[in-house]
Structures are given as C-alpha cells and as structure tokens.
C-alpha cells in the first residue's frame, strides 16, 4: 500500500506566502476604512459644533440690549487680521440665558501655535437695569482650527464689518455671522483641504423703536 505523502517546504512557503499578502489586504481594506469613519465622524462632529456656536451667537445678538441713554450698554464690531485670515472682535451687551440680567460679552479671535481659535469672555454682568455693578471677567474656548470669522452689520443696501453703537446710536436691524473652516483634518503645513462656511443672519429683537432715522434697542 503507498503511504500518505506530507506536504513539502516548497509548498508550505508558498500557502504562508499566499496567506501573507490576502492577510495584507484584507488589513489595508480595514485601515482605509476605519480612516474614512474617522474622518466622517471628525467632520460630521465638526459641523455639529459650528452650527452650535453659531446658533448661541445668533441668539445673543438677537437679544442684544442696547440704549443711547446708557454709556455701559455697547455693540461693537472691528475687523482684524491674522497673516490673511479675516477675524471680528464684537462687543455687546445682551440678555443671556445661562445668566441672570444683563451680560457684556467679548467675541474675539486668539492664535495658538499658528491655530485660530474663538473666544468667549463674559467681562462683565449684573442684575440691575443700570448695569454698575461689574462681576469678574470669565473667558472660554468656543470653536477651535478656524479659517475665518466675521461678524457683519447691515448698514442701508451693504455689509460693513465694523460698527460702534456709541456714534450710529443704534444696532444694526441685520447681523450676519460667518464660519469657515476645512472640513478634514490638515496638518499646519498643508493648505489642500476643502473650506465649508456656516452662516446666518441675527435680527435684534429687543424693543426695537425709530432713533434718529435709524432703530435704537430699549428695555
């Protein structure tokens, strides 16, 4: 009777050989597909974050309080520069929802290691209507990597970029806030990623009445 033959070396280096590179490309096809979830759920998490600034934003100037009587009440805008990125600084005095009374916030943009990232600073707060008694300041991270932000007022038929209630005596009837950002993951040194923007438009709402040809906001 003839006897069972085993395998070879011959043979068993080439079933590893074989086993080797389908091991290689089935773990190629996870990586790269764990690296797209990853970044979907980076950009995905990043939208969901701008919207979210952006909606806060919007909802404090829409409840911007602002009267010419009153030389603490302010909304300011001021257009700024970062080596060719377009920021805005916006003071203002609004109702806030997770503060009692009348807050004055400072929107500002501060870089980090070559990184643009929105600040927020409640510099002062109180309950009040004459707003004299100051509280100390509190400044928070709000939106981190951004390319650009804007706050815009409407000023007739155009957008300005900087304004001061303190000599127009009144709020802008418009706000049109801005975000951009790249929607990947970019190393500092690398420019190629795709820019999306976030925008909306705020309407002050508190007390609008007609101030010297324009709308001044009252309690």
């Known amino acids: 009777m003839r006897k069972d033959r085993g395998f070879t070396l011959l043979e068993?280096?080439?079933?590893?050989?074989i086993l080797s590179v389908v091991l290689t490309a089935l773990y190629q096809t996870f990586f790269l597909s764990h690296k797209a979830l990853a970044?979907?759920?980076g950009?995905?998490?990043?939208?969901q974050e701008s919207r979210a600034f952006v909606d806060i934003l919007k909802r404090e100037i829409e409840s911007v309080y602002y009267s010419p009587d009153?030389?603490?009440?302010?909304?300011?805008?001021?257009?700024?520069?970062?080596?060719?990125?377009?920021?805005?600084r916006l003071t203002m005095t609004s109702f806030s929802s997770s503060i009692?009374?009348?807050?004055?916030?400072?929107?500002?943009?501060?870089?980090?290691?070559?990184?643009l990232i929105i600040t927020k600073e409640i510099i002062s707060a109180c309950?009040?209507?004459?707003?004299?008694?100051?509280?100390?300041?509190?400044?928070v991270d709000m939106l981190e990597d951004v390319e650009s932000f804007t706050v815009e007022s409407r000023f007739g038929n155009r957008w300005v970029k900087t304004w001061d209630s303190s000599?127009?005596?009144?709020?802008?009837?418009?706000?049109?806030?801005?975000?951009t950002f790249f929607l990947t993951n970019k190393d500092k040194q690398d420019k190629s990623g795709r820019l999306f923007v976030i925008s909306d438009i705020a309407k002050p709402r508190v007390g609008k009445?007609?101030?010297?040809?324009?709308?001044?906001?009252v309690l």
Do not use: C, H, M, W
């Open 12 to 17: 068993i280096l080439i079933s590893v050989a």
């Open 39 to 41: 970044a979907v759920d």
């Open 209 to 217: 009445v007609t101030y010297n040809g324009g709308s001044a906001s």
């Open 127 to 139: 309950s009040q209507p004459d707003l004299s008694q100051p509280s100390a300041s509190n400044k």
């Open 167 to 179: 000599l127009t005596k009144y709020v802008p009837d418009e706000v049109k806030i801005s975000v």
């Open 43 to 47: 950009t995905l998490l990043k939208l």
């Open 100 to 115: 009692e009374g009348v807050v004055k916030l400072n929107y500002n943009v501060d870089e980090r290691d070559g990184r």
């Open 70 to 88: 009153n030389n603490y009440s302010v909304f300011s805008t001021e257009d700024r520069d970062y080596f060719g990125r377009q920021t805005s």
